[in-house]
């Protein structure tokens, strides 16, 4: 395509400089290609962006559906880089001539990002019965859900501060002496946020436990009626922390159930609600104590690592900018700056390990001198910046060799995180089979070559099509950083036991993205064999037996999991379309017959030794409770009036009963808790 640009003076003429930063995704970074509105489904699944593999899947597939595709990159035109009104008009141009040649005939009809989806966004979470919003399970029940999510998942996103914990178990017991307490209603929709994702991760790890598997969407509605949630964008409320952390706890249930749109404009509620009340920036209020800052700076971060995960599954923009946010990182208090109040928590707790932080024992193999918490979020502020120099509309402004640079950059940020934040064994991973790794070092492994694969993922196409004599330096640096991508993918693949089992992944693993992270690692694949493997220095089959691995995961946790089950079939789709392209026997990966036929999804027996989590006490089977029951909220008492002496000794309990909503959570109701984690 001719075009005319201006010569500025000190212009860099190089070809790279002379093409925009967008072109390895065809131009497409600032524009949508379909109608959104056409139907529920496509409503539903919304706007996807280039850095989400749903997004590198549809391009693949309409490459596999469509040879023409295929043909040489500059075939079709593409508009320069610039801000000018002139290139940026040569940009509209090209993308609308490329539209026409589709209308025309030349290339069939792109296919819908939604057929490429592999989340469940288009179910629906209704309840066909009458709910009542003030039932709870039973004990027991409550204190295995309760565990599932404590133990597996709120170390990465620790919204609720510790003394939820404690005013649990003390409630808890309560019920189990029969003299329940009378609960805030804030603080029970809370807990049965809790208890819905506990309920999803025991469906998902099907662990035997034969409660009904849409239990969770009750636990849910119950805590959004309560909270007048359904009725919210109406009349939106004052903000209250718990408000805060109930709409962060609703967005990541929506995440662990497959629904990342909802997940994602449900934390922008969150968020929005956050930012009303300030808490992106450092609070130096004198009368607030030390714990209560570090709870809310723990809720604040928890809330921007979750959407910062849902923009990189879905590709869509963040709500604020971290150069707009002052509050610092988490991190450890130190029992010199602790309260009196806090120091008497930490007595009580003496032999509990503490959750926010990695380990109290700070090793040098081990993230160094922070908790687990505050490295997990320099992360996400890394993955932002990716997103935002990366994959936003302003790549289409910038050339080619800008993005080079970025890239550089980012890569060189993302090495001095590893450098203190992983041990040197992991890096680069080898089979995890072979490594004894904490759990916490590997959720940021998988951060971190997640992190890699999307950086350098820009890299991976045929630029020698896109540029016509680009300078050696260019070539040079797109050859090993495409490479890199995809060592990036065979590092995600090496983290995984090379004998698929739900005990690694919902004891192990990144339970709530793990589909994500082995879908990213499988487009890599994918894409670099409809290469011919031309970024790899001696093709071999590696890349085939690390594709195959990862689809036997697939059909592992597809066992309770509809996402991993449809990102199965889509891969399925896939490669039965395009084997011919892709070079490969769909016999090399589907080792349950080919492609196109059925698989079958085994049930996942559980080591007898395996307890997960496990109840701290509580003697009961999981096998004996076929469906919770419920207490009956006219039989409570109120904590105001009653003051039972329980297992914590004589403490009266007190503060529910007094609760305030605009209050901060909850009052330390001070009694003498057991150890639990």
């Known amino acids: 395509m001719g075009r005319f640009i201006p010569i500025e003076e000190g212009q860099d003429l190089s070809p790279e400089a002379d093409v925009s930063g967008s072109l390895s995704f065809n131009d497409d970074v600032d524009l949508v290609d379909e109608d959104l509105f056409r139907s529920h489904k496509s409503r539903a699944t919304g706007f996807v962006g280039q850095n989400s593999e749903v997004q590198w899947l549809r391009n693949l597939k309409n490459k596999m559906e469509s040879p023409e595709r295929a043909g040489p990159a500059n075939w079709l035109p593409y508009g320069p880089p610039g801000s000018s009104n002139g290139a940026a008009a040569q940009r509209v141009d090209a993308s609308h001539a490329q539209q026409k040649s589709s209308q025309l005939g030349s290339i069939p009809h792109i296919s819908h990002v939604s057929d490429s989806s592999f989340y469940l966004d288009g179910e629906g979470l209704e309840m066909d019965v009458v709910v009542d919003p003030y039932e709870l399970p039973l004990p027991e029940i409550a204190e295995a859900l309760f565990n599932f999510y404590t133990q597996t998942i709120h170390t990465s996103f620790p919204i609720l501060p510790d003394t939820f914990e404690q005013q649990f178990y003390k409630y808890n017991e309560s019920v189990k002496q029969g003299r329940p307490y009378q609960l805030p209603e804030s603080w029970r929709a809370i807990l049965n946020l809790v208890l819905a994702i506990g309920e999803q991760y025991s469906h998902l790890a099907q662990t035997g436990w034969c409660a009904h598997e849409r239990d969770h969407v009750l636990y849910m509605t119950r805590a959004v009626r309560m909270l007048g949630l359904d009725s919210m964008a109406a009349s939106p409320a004052a903000p209250t922390l718990p408000l805060i952390q109930a709409t962060g706890l609703l967005s990541l249930y929506y995440l662990t159930v497959g629904q990342v749109s909802r997940a994602w404009m449900t934390i922008g509620t969150s968020l929005r609600f956050a930012l009303t009340v300030g808490l992106h920036l450092r609070n130096d209020d004198p009368s607030a104590p030390p714990s209560k800052k570090e709870d809310l700076v723990r809720t604040w971060w928890s809330l921007h690592s979750i959407e910062s995960l849902l923009c990189t599954l879905i590709g869509r923009p963040c709500v604020i900018s971290n150069h707009q946010c002052t509050v610092p990182l988490p991190h450890v208090l130190p029992d010199e700056l602790a309260s009196p109040k806090d120091q008497d928590g930490k007595n009580r707790q003496s032999n509990m390990p503490t959750r926010n932080a990695l380990s109290n024992k700070v090793h040098t193999d081990t993230v160094s001198q922070a908790s687990f918490l505050g490295t997990s979020v320099t992360m996400s502020i890394i993955v932002e910046k990716a997103l935002s120099r990366l994959y ?42 072979k490594s004894r790794v904490r759990r916490e070092q590997l959720l940021l492994s998988f951060q971190y070559h997640s992190a890699k694969l999307l950086i350098y993922r820009p890299c991976l196409c045929r630029l020698e099509q896109h540029i016509a004599g680009q300078s050696d330096a260019s070539a040079n640096f797109h050859q090993r ?102 070079q490969i026997d769909k016999s090399d990966v589907f080792t349950e017959g080919v492609a196109g036929q059925s698989h079958s999804f085994h049930a996942h027996q559980w080591p007898q030794s395996t ?67």
């Open 481 to 582: 950083t495409a490479a890199t991508c995809v060592q990036a993918a065979q590092a995600i693949t090496g983290l995984l036991p090379d004998e698929p089992n739900l005990a690694f992944v919902y004891e192990q693993s990144p339970w709530w993205c793990i589909v994500h992270n082995i879908m990213q690692a499988t487009a890599v694949f994918l894409l670099e064999m409809s290469f011919g493997q031309a970024h790899i220095t001696h093709p071999d089959k590696g890349i085939l037996e690390s594709t195959r691995k990862l689809v036997r995961w697939l059909q592992c946790i597809g066992v309770g999991s509809a996402v991993a089950r449809r990102a199965y079939e889509i891969i399925v789709g896939i490669i039965d379309t395009g084997a011919q392209q892709l």
């Open 611 to 677: 307890e997960i989590p496990p109840n701290h006490g509580a003697s009961f089977s999981y096998a004996e409770w076929d469906r919770p029951s419920y207490i009956n909220p006219a039989s409570t008492t109120d904590l105001g009036t009653q003051h039972p002496t329980t297992l914590w000794g004589r403490h009266p309990a007190q503060g529910f009963g007094k609760f305030q909503t605009d209050q901060y959570f909850m009052p330390d109701l001070n009694p003498q808790m057991p150890s639990v984690l």
């Open 392 to 433: 936003s509309p302003q790549t289409s402004v910038n050339s080619w060799k800008q993005i080079q640079k970025e890239i550089d950059a980012l890569s060189k940020e993302l090495d001095e995180w590893a450098a203190t934040a992983l041990p040197a064994g992991l890096r680069p991973m080898q089979s995890i089979q």
